[in-house]
């Protein structure tokens, strides 16, 4: 086990997003293991606002920055990734391109998705993260999470509310852990899924600016990029924050946006296509902090 995880104080939270955007939180804290986190969940003042976040992929830090203490699990030493017996158990700090190579290696199939998801372990699990018709959750068996007093639980499916990009846990409980069960399968057919579904990802998302991936969750039998399309918003501009002209679901910074700019367009992308076509587009992108 290593030592002791790191606390930072007022550091932007543009360091670590993916839009680049958001101002400070009052503490960030990167844990040296599962018993350190526990260790610093259970010293927390009573009513200290926590928030863990991963790659910051699917996350809008608001200008004004975060009050209380942000975990942040990537780049933390909760990046265990290992067999055991025929189950992957992966950390939550892995990210899920590397829990996709990892199963191919394995001889296993069913994990190819998670080469497309530009998250972590952690994130994929709290919001049932899926692509290309997968989902996070048609392959987990067993979580651990962590609760506000540094209190580790075993949970299961049947423990948990799971639906399409929702998962709904216990409140102040947090992921921390997972076993995969894949199917047993060729390595090389998994690799060579792997490398297709990111030629397409190169090839239909703005990959080259900073983004969160999807916006919008997609409506039942339609896609958020159809609709935005549909209203003419690709392209559209408010401040340094655009609908990307590649993927319509897609908000880039094009270098000089602010968490403003890029809050302002995704209530106006939502207004205008209620507007025109009657369909209320749900975020799928989390927006945590105080307006500057």
Request: with cysteine; proline share 4%.
């Amino acid at each position: 086990m290593s030592g002791k995880g790191r606390l930072l104080l007022n550091e932007p939270m543009s360091r670590h997003t993916s839009w680049r955007v958001g101002g400070a939180a009052d503490r960030l804290y990167i844990p040296g293991d599962g018993e350190d986190l526990a260790h610093f969940l259970a010293g927390l003042p009573h009513g200290e606002p926590v928030h863990f976040v991963g790659l910051g992929s699917n996350l809008l830090v608001r200008d004004g920055g975060v009050r209380g203490t942000v975990i942040l699990l990537h780049g933390s030493a909760l990046n265990t990734l290992r067999m055991e017996g025929d189950r992957i158990y992966a950390e939550a700090g892995v990210t899920c391109a590397k829990l996709a190579r990892f199963a191919a290696r394995q001889h296993r199939h069913g994990a190819e998705f998670f080469a497309g998801i530009p998250g972590t372990v952690g994130g994929a699990l709290a919001m049932n993260a899926g692509c290309y018709g997968n989902e996070t959750w048609d392959v987990v068996r067993q979580v651990i999470t962590i609760d506000r007093r540094g209190i580790f639980h075993q949970r299961s499916q049947v423990d948990l509310e799971i639906g399409y990009r929702h998962v709904s846990l216990p409140r102040e409980e947090w992921f921390v852990a997972a076993w995969f069960e894949l199917p047993a399968g060729k390595a090389t057919e998994a690799e060579a899924k792997i490398k297709e579904l990111l030629a397409k990802r190169l090839q239909t998302q703005p990959l080259h600016l900073p983004n969160a991936g999807s916006v919008f969750r997609n409506p039942e039998g339609d896609h958020a990029a159809r609709l935005i399309q549909s209203c003419g918003l690709k392209g559209y501009r408010i401040g340094g924050a655009e609908v990307s002209p590649k993927h319509a679901n897609f908000i880039v910074n094009t270098g000089t946006a602010t968490a403003k700019d890029i809050e302002a367009l995704i209530a106006h992308i939502q207004a205008e296509v209620l507007r025109q076509t009657g369909v209320a587009l749900q975020r799928e992108v989390r927006i945590i902090g105080e307006a500057a």
